[in-house]
């Protein structure tokens, strides 16, 4: 499953340099807008601790984590939805992601300069939010047009959705992200044809400076309250912070953060949160060649989850075998949960669990 994250705000936020911890892609992050012109795109592991606990029992040759995929957009600007500082491209850029990590500014630094001359998160993510609204009402009157055009024919699925896009341009005119208009299952898939940026899930990062990582700022505190006003999620971070870890050796991050007062670094946060934000779940496959985590959404099914290993499976799957995770590492491997009678035989209509160790039987 491919798992894109676009990195937005405005320019000189941390963006950049929240981004080149992440990825140590050491690409430019200097102090002035639009040092990211084209978006740089770096593959993150999903931290996960189960993986080396499998590994202590399987002793496998290699062991291969799941990942997300980072985009780094360049910062936004008000006016972007009618092409300000290049406005249009960036856009364009975030259609493609699955979700939307939005770095917000949230400490005051005389010599890192704010567009707008100083910080005020609610005020920058407001426009960042307004630029998104503009550009999808703008998609939206295109796809009310053709449907419009469509329901004076006679076509009865046009007429429905003239109606539904109709009532989201007016839902959306009115301030409103896209991801809150309720959507009947008949229209989902139009829907998702318009990749409207406002109708992305949202996860809000706030960048602060080192005093206030461990217990957050008045900004942070601020941007918290909106994010659970708007349904998205948060993560505290400090830019700064996250590029020193990226050069350190495991023993003085350990270190490190102990003394800041934070228990793993902020980057790990924000990966796993990222995960929950597109609601996954992680299972696992587990032999001798190795341990191997898997992403797979939240309520698949068993054939879709082996559709992940191979799209082959999903036709000819026949059952799984599926040992729980605490069962596995309680009873010492497969082995054992097998002789115990603790591993279950599942059919095609089995949800998968989160951290279920599974070997999928497949016909030819």
Request: contains cysteine.
């Amino acid at each position: 499953m491919s798992l894109t994250c676009g990195i937005v705000g405005l320019p000189n936020v941390g963006k950049s340099t929240i981004f080149n911890a992440l990825t140590a892609a050491g690409i430019q992050a200097e102090n002035y807008p639009f040092c990211t012109i084209d978006p740089n795109t770096g593959v993150v592991t999903v931290p996960d601790a189960r993986l080396a606990q499998l590994d202590g029992i399987v002793h496998s040759a290699q062991v291969i984590p799941t990942t997300v995929e980072f985009v780094d957009i360049a910062g936004l600007v008000k006016g972007a939805s009618q092409g300000e500082g290049l406005g249009n491209r960036f856009l364009g850029n975030i259609r493609e992601t699955n979700a939307i990590v939005h770095v917000v500014r949230c400490f005051d630094d005389d010599n890192v300069v704010h567009v707008d001359g100083h910080s005020d998160p609610i005020r920058d993510v407001e426009t960042i939010e307004v630029e998104l609204g503009l550009a999808d009402i703008d998609t939206i009157e295109k796809r009310l047009d053709r449907a419009q055009r469509g329901a004076k024919s006679g076509d009865k699925a046009a007429k429905a959705e003239s109606e539904f896009f109709g009532a989201l341009l007016e839902f959306v005119s009115d301030g409103n992200a896209a991801r809150h208009f309720e959507v009947p299952d008949s229209l989902a898939a139009a829907l998702r044809e318009c990749h409207l940026l406002s109708a992305k899930p949202v996860l809000y990062v706030a960048n602060v400076d080192e005093s206030a990582l461990a217990e957050g700022n008045d900004y942070s505190r601020a941007l918290e309250a909106h994010a659970q006003k708007v349904g998205a999620g948060m993560v505290r971070i400090c830019g700064k912070v996250e590029a020193e870890l990226a050069d350190l050796e495991d023993d003085e991050k350990e270190e490190f953060l102990a003394e800041l007062g934070v228990e793993e670094p902020g980057l790990n946060r924000l990966t796993q949160a990222a995960y929950r934000l597109l609601n996954l779940i992680t299972f696992f496959t587990a032999g001798e060649k190795e341990v191997r985590a898997w992403t797979t959404r939240k309520g698949a099914l068993a054939p879709e989850a082996a559709g992940e290993i191979h799209t082959d499976f999903t036709k000819h799957f026949i059952r799984a075998e599926v040992i729980p995770f605490e069962t596995y590492m309680k009873v010492g491997g497969e082995a054992n949960a097998k002789s115990q009678g603790l591993m279950q035989v599942e059919g095609k209509g089995y949800e998968v669990e989160d951290g279920d160790v599974m070997h999928f039987r497949v016909g030819v």
